[in-house]
């Protein structure tokens, strides 16, 4: 997991399936990513949704940071991101 050159990452995450989503991430995407696009979602075994998001970020060099404020929010886990 390193950064991309122009800030362009593979994000996935699970949630629980009753949490309205961009409740929880979208603050954080509104401060650190340029664009973002959905382009995958399933239900895990475990019960939960698995989103896949298309991500720019604005600073690709905070990616770490990124990755940190997204996993201590409440309801989001395994967090991952992949460069593109």
């Known amino acids: 997991m390193a950064p991309a050159n122009d800030g362009e990452f593979l994000l996935t995450f699970q949630m629980p399936l009753e949490t309205e989503h961009e409740q929880n991430y979208k603050p954080i ?8 696009q959905l382009i995958g979602q399933r239900t895990t075994k475990s019960e939960t949704a698995e989103l896949k998001f298309q991500v720019k970020l604005k600073d690709p060099k905070r990616w770490t940071g990124f990755v940190q404020e997204l996993s201590a929010l409440e309801n989001i886990t395994g967090v991952r991101l992949e460069k593109q």
């Open 29 to 36: 995407f509104s401060e650190q990513v340029v664009t973002s």
